[in-house]
């Protein structure tokens, strides 16, 4: 991946005469010696800028001086605890993948600092200062831009974060290729849940079978706590507690995702745990797989994902009013209640910012339609993954099914 461009990228939307810093972050302390798995928390939009996903890093661009100039800093590595918790990045490695030249160890950062602010003329320093809710913690980035403000009063602190973000939201041919990767591995994964699934099994057991598939294929991850919800757990949107028996006639609605190399996949598919749709079941089915197959067609840059909410509303509205669920097409919201799409990256539900809101070519969204029926006990979403082009949209999970007949047909044979 170019890492270099999107530095560069960055660069050009940064005023004269400021500097931008940028931490990985440090691990999150859990309890006792407990700590989060560091690469799955890494701050974004560094690993977006460099490649690097491990904790005590830093980026520095610096636009003040003659010449900009990009430093990295990492942790030096220290033999007594490599020993206890692995290798560290060294100088060289780093060098290779970030295409950074000017590397230095993270102690030596506060020094650094210090000598642009007193050599050069620093008016705005960037950090990434998103905070997604005012609930939240401050995040380290943030914590970090406290500190300078107090250290350096008089240089205004900027946001880095919608820079960024707006360039996340296209994604290059290398992203796009990681991503069909992790796509693949959830495709040959669901293709080993459908070959076990039976009722008397757990929703468990179908999580794990595709958990196991996805690692065992080579993802670091599952891209997001697996959703299994079967019988009237698949209508609760964010289930994902998945202990119940499967029963015989009902159905299983799978949510899910391969991570790899930090990019992600999400797919939803519902199947029949028995094998075999009902009747009412296939007429449900029918709806929602017409509102996916439609969003694909219609999706195209220009067009916004409330523009594409409102079509996929109004082809479930009017399959609900065949079924007699509804009278009205505004009457939708009784049975879908969220949007048809968001933006898929380094984050399952990706960076977005309101001045990119018209797609463009690039733009990896998601395409889920649902509906969520209590009193029939029929929760059913159909997901996959679009990639924006210059006239339309493809589906990038078009391997992966979602005919009804074919779900039968596969299940059939695998038994």
């Known amino acids: 991946m170019d890492f270099n461009k999107r530095r560069q990228e960055v660069f050009d939307r940064m ?10 972050g440090i691990e999150h302390h859990v309890s006792a010696d407990e700590y989060d798995l560091f690469t799955a928390h890494a701050n974004r939009n560094f690993f977006y800028l460099t490649g690097l996903r491990r904790d005590k890093m830093a980026l520095v661009l610096d636009k003040a001086g003659e010449e900009p100039k990009t430093l990295l800093f990492i942790e030096e590595a220290d033999p007594t605890m490599e020993r206890w918790y692995g290798r560290k990045v060294t100088v060289d490695e780093a060098k290779g993948v970030t295409g950074i030249d000017k ?8 020094s650094v600092i210090d000598s642009i602010m007193t050599r050069e003329d620093v008016y705005t320093a960037y950090f990434d200062t998103y905070r997604h809710q005012k609930e939240d913690l401050p995040d380290y980035n943030l914590v970090k831009a406290n500190e300078f403000k107090d250290l350096y009063p008089a240089v205004a602190i900027k946001n880095l974060f919608p820079f960024v973000a707006e360039q996340r939201m296209q994604k290059d041919e290398d992203e796009i290729e990681v991503t069909k990767e992790a796509i693949h591995l959830t495709n040959i994964a669901l293709q080993n849940v459908l070959t076990n699934l039976k009722p008397g099994m757990f929703e468990y057991e179908a999580q794990a079978d595709f958990e196991y598939s996805i690692r065992r294929n080579g993802a670091e991850l599952a891209a997001f706590p697996t959703i299994a919800g079967s019988g009237i757990n ?3 949107l964010h289930y994902d507690t998945n202990q119940d028996l499967m ?3 009902s159905l299983l609605l799978m949510d899910l995702g391969a991570r790899v190399r930090g990019y992600n996949s999400d797919i939803t598919r519902t199947y029949p745990v028995n094998g075999k749709f009902s009747e009412r079941q296939r007429e449900v089915y029918d709806i929602v797989l017409k ?4 969003v694909l067609k219609k999706a195209k840059p220009g067009m916004t994902t ?4 409102d079509i996929c509303k109004k082809v479930l509205a009017e399959g609900c009013i065949k079924l007699g669920l509804i009278e009205k097409e505004e009457e939708i ?3 879908y209640m969220h949007g048809v799409s968001h933006h898929l990256g380094i984050d399952v539900h990706d960076v ?3 001045s990119n809101k018209k797609l463009r070519p690039g733009a990896i969204i998601t395409d889920e339609p649902g509906l969520y029926i209590d009193e029939w006990e029929i929760g059913i979403r159909i997901e996959d993954d679009l990639l924006i082009t210059e006239d339309g949209a493809i589906c990038l999970s078009e391997e992966i099914m979602r005919d009804a007949d074919e779900i039968e047909a596969f299940m059939a044979k695998s038994k």
């Open 306 to 309: 409330v523009e594409l909410n």
């Open 291 to 294: 509102a996916n197959r439609t």
């Open 352 to 354: 977005t910012v309101d």
């Open 15 to 24: 005023v004269e005469n400021s500097i931008a810093i940028l931490y990985s």
């Open 103 to 110: 590397v230095y160890f993270i102690s030596e950062i506060d």
């Open 247 to 249: 029963e015989d006639g």
């Open 333 to 335: 919201g009784k049975y």
């Open 234 to 236: 698949g209508t609760m």
